[in-house]
């Protein structure tokens, strides 16, 4: 073979004629010459086998010059006959290449065949791709179902050989093909070919879709050979980041690839070389390629998670963009940083590298908490959380971190508030400290080894510190004088003193060598260093192979210091108990109680400092809950349910206060927002009604527990939210709800010893249980009879008014069931026993029969036959006690009368007694209202209900006409209305002319409630006169005729009655009656709202005085300081709530400037300006008074308030407002930092030049000029003079006008004909004219 296959750079080339011995196509065959020459390149791959491409390429190349136009058949023939040859190259070249004996002739010729079927085959599969993409474009908007056949056909094949082609390709270049080059060097151009076409099938849409997984997975396989085997690592660093560049959506895939060459490939480099790349772009690069920043930015946090161990040596180049302008990229290095902290920083085995990577990471994850971005907070807040959440952040930083989150949760961002409660709650989750997170009970601990801290330093301190002297330092100390004593010993003239000493010291020859040595120590240690040397030199000779002194053989004095400074400081170590107990103690034996008491000192210490972390800890977390309590009614549902998840773990951790934030999350289970409600239920079921135990009971016995402690002194509101809960939890089937049952009744009967507490927690959570189930109380009436209403019931009105509470869930009319009413017979041991307990606590005086009384009365009407008839009895029983006391009682406890009234016979009344009377009366009323108007009413409705079910079934329509008349009734409404007023005027009737009737028993109490009401002097004890003015309220809702002839009275108690109890009872009772006998209340309406007009005009007034005072307090003269015309002014301004207030307010304020003449006083109204609430209308008026102020921006008193209200408006402006508010922002900013004429000079200009400008395009006609007042001076203002630049209204209004007020104010003011007219004269009766 002579010629050589060129890979080309455009197909095209091939056609060329190239050069020397370089392959040209031959001729390019027309499309009916194709299906003839593939069908002998078939025969011709059957017959010689992949090398047939050599004799054939032209056929496959005219293929791919027609692909647009040839048929879809011969596209596919081609590409499964290039697939063949391939796969043939891919079996038969490992043979040829493992034999080593290819000639040069063999080898062109396989490179050849290589190189043609490669090219062709990623040239086809580049144009089918690209006509696959074509075709989805073209049919995506068609809602026909009907597409083009052959075109789908194509196309769902090509979907199905794109992976074939590329396991091809993948067999293929596994090969050591690199031989088949010359010194294995592979052309650029085959590289680029394949690497072209796998990025070229990267493009396509759908590649990162979870179907097309695997085609993802084999291109990036394929890469990876080319990065690893055939030199493309640099091309694929370029090729990826052009492809973020380009394609959003391919981030994730990218990140894929390169974590893949990393890992599976081991080209760790290429990680390196993209984050450098990355690093190096500029923010003017950045902000040029747009969707690139985030495809970058989801790369490298996507990488970030794959491949963190790999990123950590390049992570430095990344560093520069924490500095940018992009938020996204900072977003992702601190997700990087994150996930290197969580997968590689982490743990105690580091080293002091390590760690100080991670210090340094931590700290710049720490410093972006407050970024400028919310986006970035939010996110760091996170990256924290999963840090939290895996452990990886070192106790060190606990605190100072979690005082940074808590800063947080004041962030006008809701992303960034939901992440910090994240963060909080994965804080107390994963706390290294305790599962009980309480500062008070932290604090007795503390204090305690606190205090044992200190005993033992004081301890410490008084010891006398004994001088640790090593043998070496003594040695040191000894070696001068000892070698003056061995040079005297050695001298010729000490025989004589050796002798003595030979006297002294004698015995040596029945002491080892060792004992010896040990006896040269110690005198060494006494000082007696004569007797030391001498009897070291005599040793050598009694020892001559003692290892001790075989130095000695040379005797002279280098040789025996060497000796006894070997004896002194090496067998110390060695020397055993029965050394002399006289002897110096060692080093080490005097270290040893000082080591053992330094490292209890050490491990106190510890202690103390951990539970000074844990009670900061907790502090912090305190702190935090006391935040998120109130986020609990946020707006955002989000932020709901974090703040929801957070009080749930706070409370499993005991925090104090977390159940501070469980109750009041309670109310939300009426939440209209659905996950809101759901939220608050999953919590309490999991705080409270999924207990632990080790048997059911155990289990039953907990959720009581869990469920009293939240009914113990609970409101009224919080025990209804309750209700809800617990009916829920018994509506749904569980196995604990019949051991729960049996534990309440165990409290509440007493069979257990409990607190009376729990007991009323019992059986109001029975109450809550036969809300769902009625059997549960039902059943049991008897028992709750006998326990809460028998004969002890005076001992505990609580415990009875509770159990009335649970026995009324049992009825209609909390259960709200529809059919026939459930009412027991008037003779049930129920009602005697609450009529007995009733009448018996009217003539004692226990504070709580009053509430006890209200409930019996309302369940005697909820659940009685006849319950008028009951409570008639009821209260003439209670009338014959109290007379009997009046009469049998003798002289009432003076406690109980009222100092300073007459002495008639009337002051004999016991007080108490007659005002629980009088409380059961107006009781009785207001029942006995409601159960005509509710329950009779209703009764009356459903038997008219069912007669007409039962006429209709009777008879049908006569005929089709009065069918048509009925239906046309029916969808009028007639039909039943006529019936409805009947029944309503029944109600009426009774009320007007039956209730209080002479023979009705209430009657007979109305003239004692109106004498007691119209005689405060006489009757002036407070439980009297409250109770008598609210039965008389009541009363006066049954009748019109009587609340006619007692309103007068009624708002003569609420004007004069000292008590606020009775005042607040009047007003509530008046506006009752309003809503019942409107035309009767019309009249006194003003009288009614007489305290909230003044209120009105209160704020009216500082409104229109505001800038007055302003100007008063600014005076330099009354030399005021700035500190206190801030406070005055911030509590004026709260008064200050309406948009058209604030708008006058803005102008009137900026007129003011004109006349101010300080520094001072320009600042004070600037300050004025900053502390109003400034909404769009108002911001727009402060643009319209520029002239006023603008020529003192200069000042940074003025011009700094003023910033600070742009600065507001911005934070919660809409786009286009908020373009407003950034313009007058630089417009401000330029007058203060230029000055007003050079700042109006430039915009002269520029508005010459545009003017210029646009008379050269087209030309105006000739307008007449107006000329500019700016500039020109103004006539002076007085500073009480308030003039605004809007004209005043030619219609004079009258109205009530203050100081500084203006004409246009029409909400601020109260008018003449806004003043009600009718008014009605409240009589005054003197006190003594009572008394008769």
């Not at 301890?459 to 003594?474: G, Y």
Request: charged share 25%; with cysteine; aromatic share 6%.
């Amino acid at each position: 073979m002579s010629w050589d296959f060129i890979l080309p750079v455009c197909s095209d080339d091939l056609v060329k004629s190239g050069a020397v011995n370089q392959y040209v196509v031959q001729d390019v065959l027309s499309i009916k010459q194709l299906n003839s020459h593939i069908n002998s390149f078939k025969a011709a791959l059957r017959s010689q086998g992949p090398l047939c491409i050599l004799e054939h390429f032209d056929t496959a190349y005219s293929v791919l010059q027609h692909c647009r136009t040839v048929d879809v058949a011969v596209k596919e023939d081609t590409l499964e006959l290039l697939i063949q040859v391939v796969r043939g190259l891919s079996v038969s070249l490992p043979t040829l290449l493992l034999s080593g004996s290819l000639s040069a002739v063999d080898r062109k010729q396989q490179l050849n065949a290589v190189k043609m079927s490669v090219f062709l085959l990623c040239k086809l599969t580049e144009t089918l791709e690209s006509d696959s993409y074509r075709e989805t474009i073209v049919t995506a908007p068609s809602k026909g179902r009907k597409k083009d056949k052959a075109a789908g056909k194509g196309l769902l094949q090509w979907d199905s050989e794109r992976e074939t082609v590329l396991q091809c390709l993948t067999q293929l270049l596994q090969l050591d093909i690199r031989t088949l080059w010359s010194l294995s060097l592979v052309e650029e151009e085959f590289v680029s070919c394949v690497t072209c076409c796998c990025y070229k099938l990267l493009e396509n849409p759908t590649i990162n879709h979870m179907k097309s997984k695997s085609t993802r997975d084999a291109i990036i396989h394929v890469l990876g050979i080319m990065v690893k085997k055939y030199n493309h690592m640099l091309g694929a660093c370029v090729k990826v980041i052009q492809l973020l560049q380009h394609f959003e959506q391919l981030a994730s895939v990218c990140a894929q690839a390169v974590a893949s060459w990393s890992s599976e490939y081991g080209v760790k480099v290429i990680v390196g070389e993209i984050m450098r790349e990355i690093g190096q772009k500029s923010s003017e690069e950045l902000a040029r390629e747009g969707s690139g920043v985030k495809a970058f930015s989801s790369f490298l946090s996507e990488l970030g998670t794959l491949v963190p161990e790999t990123m950590i040596p390049n992570i430095s180049v990344l560093l520069t963009h924490l500095e940018g302008e992009s938020p996204s990229l900072r977003v992702a290095v601190c997700e990087v940083l994150g996930e290197v902290l969580v997968r590689v920083l982490s743990g105690d085995q580091l080293d002091d590298s390590a760690r100080s990577s991670r210090d340094r990471f931590l700290d710049t994850l720490q410093e972006h908490i407050h970024d400028a971005h919310s986006h970035v907070r939010a996110r760091v807040l996170q990256v924290y959380a999963r840090v939290v959440n895996s452990k990886a952040l070192p106790l060190c930083r606990y605190t100072e971190v979690m005082e940074l989150t808590v800063g947080r949760l004041g962030d006008k961002s809701v992303h960034v508030c939901k992440s910090a409660i994240q963060l909080l709650a994965a804080f107390i989750a994963h706390n290294p400290y305790s599962c009980k997170l309480s500062s008070v009970d932290l604090t007795n601990p503390l204090e305690k080894e606190m205090a044992k801290l200190k005993d033992m330093r004081d301890s410490q301190k008084e010891q006398v510190p004994v001088a640790v002297i090593t043998a070496a330092d003594l040695w040191d100390a000894m070696k001068p004088e000892l070698e003056m004593t061995v040079k005297a010993q050695l001298e010729p003239g000490s025989e004589e003193e050796e002798n003595e000493e030979e006297e002294e010291t004698g015995g040596e020859e029945e002491r080892s060598d060792r004992d010896t040595a040990l006896q040269i120590a110690q005198l060494l240690r006494e000082s007696k260093y004569r007797k030391a040397v001498g009897l070291c030199i005599r040793a050598h000779s009694l020892y001559p192979e003692s290892l001790f002194y075989s130095d000695l053989a040379d005797l002279n004095a280098e040789t025996l210091i060497k000796t006894l400074a070997t004896l002194f400081k090496g067998p110390e170590q060695e020397t055993p108990q029965a050394v002399s107990s006289d002897a110096p103690p060692t080093p080490q034996k005097e270290g040893g109680g000082n080591d053992g008491r330094e490292s209890e000192l050490k491990k106190q210490e510890m202690l103390v400092q951990y539970l000074k972390d844990t009670e900061s800890f907790a502090l912090q977390v305190e702190r935090a809950i006391a935040v998120i309590n109130n986020m609990l009614y946020w707006k955002t549902t989000t932020i709901v349910q974090e703040a929801v998840q957070f009080c749930v773990t706070a409370f499993e951790f005991s925090v104090a206060n977390s159940v501070c934030g469980v109750r009041k999350m309670l109310p939300l289970v009426w939440s209209t927002d659905v996950t809101i409600k759901d939220a608050v239920i999953q919590a309490y079921r999991r705080l409270y009604l999924n207990p632990h135990g080790d048997n059911t009971r155990a289990k039953a016995q907990t959720l009581v527990d869990n469920l009293s402690d939240l009914t113990i002194d609970a409101s009224l509101g919080t025990v209804q939210c309750l209700e809800e809960i617990v009916q829920e939890f018994f509506s749904s089937e569980s196995a604990l709800q019949t051991s729960v049952v049996q534990v309440l009744w165990e409290r509440f009967s007493g069979r257990r010893e409990t607190k009376a507490l729990h007991r009323r927690a019992a059986v109001l959570l029975l109450g809550m249980a036969a809300r769902a189930e009625r059997e549960v109380v039902l059943s049991n009436l008897d028992t709750l009879c006998s326990v809460a209403l028998g004969e002890k019931v005076a001992e505990d009105y609580l415990l009875a008014r509770d159990t009335l509470i649970t026995i009324a869930n049992i009825t209609d009319h909390v259960r709200q069931s529809k059919g026939v009413p459930f009412r027991l017979p008037m003779d049930h041991h129920l009602f005697s026993s609450l009529s007995q307990a009733i009448a018996d606590g009217v003539v004692q005086s226990d504070p709580h029969w009053q509430t006890f009384m209200e409930q019996a009365v309302r369940l005697i009407y909820f659940l009685a036959e006849s319950p008028d008839q009951l409570c008639s009895r009821l209260l003439q029983r209670s009338a014959h006690l109290l007379l009997e006391q009046i009469t049998e009682g003798g002289e009432p406890n003076q406690s109980q009368l009222q100092e300073g009234g007459s002495q008639g016979s009337e002051e004999q009344v016991n007080c108490v007694s007659l005002a629980q009377v009088l409380s059961l009366c107006g009781a009785v009323a207001f029942w006995q209202v409601s159960h005509l108007e509710r329950s009779v009413s209703a009764e009356l409705r459903r038997r008219r209900g069912e007669k007409e079910e039962e006429e209709e079934k009777e008879k049908a329509p006569a005929n089709k006409k009065e069918a048509n008349d009925s239906c046309v009734e029916e969808e009028l409404g007639l039909v039943g209305a006529s019936a409805e007023d009947t029944e309503a005027e029944i109600i009426r009737k009774i009320c007007e002319t039956e209730l209080l009737s002479e023979g009705n028993m209430l009657s007979a109490f109305l003239p004692l409630l109106v004498k007691v009401c119209s005689s405060p002097g006489k009757y002036s004890h407070p439980q009297l006169t409250t109770a008598a003015c609210l039965a008389l309220s009541q009363y006066m809702m049954i009748s019109p005729a009587v609340c006619k002839d007692n309103i007068r009275l009624l708002f003569t108690v609420l004007e004069k009655s000292p008590l606020p109890v009775v005042r607040a009872n009047t007003i509530v009772a008046l506006g009752d009656l309003t809503v019942r006998f409107p035309n009767i209340l019309e009249p006194w309406t003003p009288n009614l709202y007489a305290s909230s007009i003044n209120k009105y005009c209160l704020d009216n007034a500082i409104y229109n005085l505001l800038p007055d005072i302003i100007s008063r307090l600014s005076d330099p003269e009354r030399g005021m300081k700035e500190e206190d015309f801030n406070t005055i002014m911030k509590q004026l301004f709260s008064y200050i709530t309406k948009e058209r207030q604030t708008e006058s307010l803005v102008e009137k304020l900026c007129q003011r400037f004109r006349t101010a003449k300080t520094e001072r006083q320009w600042a004070d109204l600037a300050v004025s300006l900053s502390l109003l609430s400034v909404c769009e209308r108002g911001f727009k008026k402060l643009q319209e008074c520029w002239d006023c102020y603008s020529d003192k921006l200069a000042e940074p008193g003025v011009y700094q308030p003023l910033l600070s209200i742009a600065a507001k408006l911005r934070r919660r402006a809409k786009p286009q407002f908020k373009a407003q508010v950034e313009d007058y922002e630089k417009r401000l900013t330029a007058v203060h930092t230029k000055g007003l004429e050079n700042v109006e000079n430039e915009e002269r200009e520029q508005q010459t030049g545009d003017a210029q400008s646009q008379n050269l395009k087209t030309p105006q006609p000739q307008k007449s000029v107006r000329k500019s007042t700016r500039g020109r001076s103004k006539p002076k203002l007085h500073d009480s003079d308030l003039v605004t630049p809007r004209k005043s209204r030619s219609r004079p209004k009258p109205a009530i006008t203050f100081t500084s007020d203006e004409e246009e104010e029409e909400d601020a003011v109260m008018a003449e004909s806004e003043t009600p007219k009718v008014t009605t004269p409240i009589a005054r009766t003197r006190r003594t004219r009572l008394r008769h």
